[in-house]
C-alpha cells in the first residue's frame, strides 16, 4: 500500500496533537540544552565543534563580502545574530522551511543520535525539536492553509523511514505517508520513490515532488491533494524534459514549475496545469549546478544555491511568457567550505534562510531594501 494513514508506523506515539505550549509565551524549550546536544552529537559521527563566538567568527567574512555584478549594489547582509544559539545545531543541516504565517523557521538535520528536526523563531529562540519516523530528511517544506499548518519532508533514508514523503504536524505528528516506507521503487509506480529529493504543496493541497537525489528515479510528479498523478514528466537523461538529479522545486504565481536539474546544470520550467516543457536555464551555472530554488517575496527574483562554489545567485525572473535566457543581477559569496545545500524565503519578511551542509548550520539573510 502505498499512501499510508498515520498507524504507517506502530512507534509513532499519539501525543502532541497540538503546538506545545511555550510557543504561546515564546519561551526557549529545555528539550535540548546546548550541552545535551553536544553529548548526543559526539557519540555518533564525529562534528566540528565551536563555540557561538567561534562559529560567526569564521562566517564573518561571508557578512564582509559581497561581490557588486553590473555594478549592483549588495541586496542581503547577514544576521549575524540567528540563531541565538548556534550549539543547538548538532548534526548536518540539509535542509530549512520558513512558517512565514506563525514566525517559526524548521531545520532537517542528520546525524545518530541527533533530533532530525528543529524548530527557532524567526527571531532566532530554539523553540523544540521531534525525530520520531525521520531518518534521512533531504527536503522540508511548510503548508498554511485557512484551517490548519502541516510540515512536509522527504526522506532519503535507506531503513526502515526511508524513500518516503510524510506530512506531520507543527508538533511532530506523523500524518500521513506517501510510498512506501524502506523501499525504492522505479518511476514505472507514480508514489513508489527512490531518494526524493524535495515536495512544493500549494495551498489547494496539488503536491510537487521532484524524486530522486541520486536514485534510480529522475522525475518530476504532480498529485492531488487526495494523492493521485495529475501528471509525471522526466528520465534520466540530457535531453528537453529529462534530468540528472533533480534536486528542488518551487512554483510562481503564474503558473510555472521551476525545477533545479543539479547534474545538468540548468533550471528547467514546466506548465502546472499540463506539465508541458516552457524553456530551461543553463547560461548561468557553467561553474556549478543548482541546488535549490526559490523566489524572493515580491516574485522579481529566484534565488538559487550553488554548493560546490559556496555561493547564493540571484536571477531576475521572467514576466508572463517567453522564459528567456537566464540573467544574474546579484550574488552572495558564502565562506569557503560552507557548502549551502538547500534554502527557504521568508514570504513576509524576504529574509533567506540557508541550510550549510559544511558549516553544519542555518544562515539567515536579511533584504536590504
Not at 38 to 49: I, T, V
Not at 87 to 103: M, P
Not at 266 to 277: L, P, S
Request: glycine share 10%; hydrophobic share 40%.
Amino acid at each position: 500500500m502505498l499512501v499510508n494513514n498515520n498507524n504507517a508506523y506502530a512507534e509513532v506515539a499519539e501525543t502532541r496533537d497540538r503546538l506545545p505550549p511555550f510557543l504561546a509565551t515564546g519561551r526557549r524549550s529545555e528539550a535540548l540544552s546546548p550541552s545535551a546536544g553536544r553529548r548526543r552529537a559526539l557519540s555518533g559521527p564525529p562534528l566540528r565543534w565551536r563555540s557561538a563566538a567561534q562559529r560567526r567568527h569564521r562566517f564573518l567574512k561571508a557578512f564582509d563580502y559581497f561581490p557588486h555584478w553590473n555594478g549592483q549594489q549588495q541586496m542581503y547582509k547577514l544576521d549575524i545574530g540567528w540563531p541565538k544559539l548556534p550549539e543547538y545545531f548538532t548534526g548536518q543541516t540539509f535542509c530549512v522551511a520558513v512558517d512565514s504565517l506563525h514566525g517559526l523557521v524548521y531545520v532537517g538535520q542528520r546525524g545518530d543520535n541527533v533530533p532530525k528536526v528543529l524548530v527557532f523563531s524567526v527571531e532566532g529562540y530554539f523553540l523544540y525539536s521531534w525525530n520520531e519516523t525521520v531518518e534521512m530528511p533531504h527536503g522540508i517544506f511548510v503548508l498554511n492553509t485557512a484551517t490548519d499548518s502541516s510540515v512536509w519532508i522527504t526522506d532519503v533514508g535507506t531503513g526502515k523511514y526511508g524513500h518516503t514523503v510524510k506530512q506531520y504536524s507543527p508538533s511532530g505528528k506523523l500524518l500521513q505517508v506517501l510510498g512506501t516506507p524502506g523501499y525504492a521503487g522505479s518511476s514505472l509506480i507514480p508514489l513508489q520513490f527512490d531518494q526524493p529529493a524535495e515536495i512544493f504543496v500549494e495551498e489547494s493541497g496539488d503536491l510537487y515532488v521532484v524524486d530522486g537525489d541520486g536514485g534510480m528515479n529522475n522525475r518530476l510528479l504532480k498529485l492531488s491533494n487526495d494523492y493521485k498523478e495529475i501528471w509525471l514528466t522526466g528520465t534520466n537523461g540530457t535531453g528537453i524534459g529529462q534530468f540528472k538529479i533533480p534536486h528542488s522545486v518551487t512554483v510562481d504565481p503564474v503558473g510555472r514549475v521551476w525545477v533545479a536539474d543539479r547534474d545538468n546544470k540548468r533550471i528547467q520550467v514546466f506548465d502546472k496545469v499540463t506539465g508541458e516543457w516552457l524553456g530551461s536555464w543553463n547560461n548561468c551555472f557553467s561553474e556549478d549546478g543548482p541546488y535549490s530554488v526559490r523566489f524572493t517575496a515580491d516574485y522579481k527574483y529566484l534565488i538559487v544555491a550553488q554548493l560546490n562554489i559556496n555561493r547564493l545567485a540571484i536571477l531576475a525572473a521572467p514576466p508572463v511568457g517567453a522564459i528567456g535566457d537566464c540573467v544574474m543581477v546579484n550574488t552572495v559569496q558564502l565562506a569557503d567550505e560552507t557548502k549551502p545545500h538547500l534554502v527557504d524565503v521568508d514570504m513576509k519578511s524576504g529574509a533567506v534562510y540557508i541550510a550549510e551542509i559544511g558549516a553544519q548550520q542555518v544562515q539567515k539573510y536579511i533584504p536590504l531594501s
